[in-house]
Each structure stands twice: as structure tokens, then as C-alpha cells.
């Protein structure tokens, strides 16, 4: 049975987006990305909502996992192409080798299947997504980073209080924190 694990790196102020919907805040330093390798290396399958994968795909598959980017870049760019991807979208028609579209109808029953099919962790991104698969969540991952944006599109945007248990944390020499949490 798999996990499934919320992830979304964030500002210091709970955001994944600033103001604007960019994103170019979160640069992180190599510790960050080594952390996030060793995390995806292990990973069975990535749910993705349609903006998180459309952010993710083409750095990931084309612009780093080619010669002359970073070491660090370029592994995580083979494990993000080697791990199949499921994107829960309603207006995605098609989608390279590898990736799965998956209708926002079906997104529970989908969902629920393959966290009883697949052993592993299920990492599961886009806030969206996560606010309609919230009680399929085991775990909800944030990393920090160092930087202060003011507003934007938060981590999880629920419309209830949802108690949590912090169960590991730690910084990095970069000044990002990493909190692991599972329901209270």
C-alpha cells in the first residue's frame, strides 16, 4: 500500500506562488536539492494538479537533464523523467510517454487505486489537487525557503482547521526548513 506524501516548497510565509503566480523566489542551494533527490530516488509515482505539472515538465524533461547543467539538476531530471506521472486535469488532451491524465471526476477513485496498488511514497503536488484528495494524505511535507513574499497562493488552501503533528525537522546550512507532519 502506498503513502502519499503532500510536498510543496514554499516562502518562509506559507506561499508557493508570490503574488504575481511566480515562483522564481524559490532558488534553492544544493543542499536543498540533494535532500529533494534522495526524497524523489524513492518515490513510486508523482500526482501532479495540471499548473504544478505544466511548471514541472519541460525544465525537467528538456532545459536540466541536459549535459552542461548541474550535476544535482541533472539526476533529479532522470528520476523526475524515470518515475510515471499521473496529472489530474480536465483540459490536458495530451501528455508525453510515461504520464497519465487523469479527469478531476475520477480524481478520488484514481487516486485511492493507486495509493492500494503501488507500494511507495505517491508524491502528491499542486494545492489544488491536495484540497480534493485531503483525506487521502499521510503525510504533508514543507521546505521552507528562505525568503519572505507577502502573499500569493498559499500551501493548502482549506476551508477548515486541519490538526497536524509535527514528527521531524531540520535546517539546512542554506537557511531552508524542512517539516514533516502526519495528522493529529
Do not use: C
Not at 499521473?86 to 485511492?112: H, M, N
Not at 502573499?151 to 531552508?176: I, M, N, Q
Amino acid at each position: 500500500m502506498g503513502k502519499v506524501i503532500y510536498w510543496m516548497n514554499t516562502s518562509m510565509d506559507g506561499y508557493i506562488e508570490d503574488p504575481k503566480g511566480g515562483m522564481d523566489f524559490m532558488d534553492p542551494d544544493e543542499d536543498f536539492r540533494q535532500a529533494a533527490n534522495d526524497h524523489v530516488r524513492r518515490t513510486a509515482a508523482f500526482l501532479f494538479g495540471r499548473r504544478l505539472y505544466e511548471a514541472m515538465e519541460k525544465p525537467w524533461t528538456q532545459d536540466l537533464g541536459k549535459e552542461g547543467a548541474p550535476a544535482l539538476e541533472r539526476e533529479f531530471a532522470q528520476f523526475y523523467k524515470e518515475t510515471p506521472q499521473y496529472v489530474f486535469s480536465d483540459t490536458l488532451q495530451t501528455v508525453p510517454e510515461g504520464v497519465t491524465i487523469v479527469r478531476r471526476k475520477d480524481a478520488v477513485s484514481a487516486a485511492t487505486r493507486l495509493k492500494r496498488e503501488i507500494d511507495g511514497t505517491l508524491q502528491l503536488g499542486g494545492p489544488e489537487l491536495a484540497v480534493s484528495l485531503l483525506d487521502l494524505i499521510d503525510e504533508f511535507w514543507v521546505y521552507a525557503l528562505p525568503v519572505i513574499v507577502g502573499g500569493g497562493k498559499p500551501y493548502l488552501p482549506v476551508a477548515e482547521k486541519l490538526r497536524l503533528r509535527l514528527v521531524e525537522h531540520r535546517s539546512f546550512a542554506s537557511g531552508t526548513m524542512f517539516r514533516r507532519y502526519v495528522r493529529s
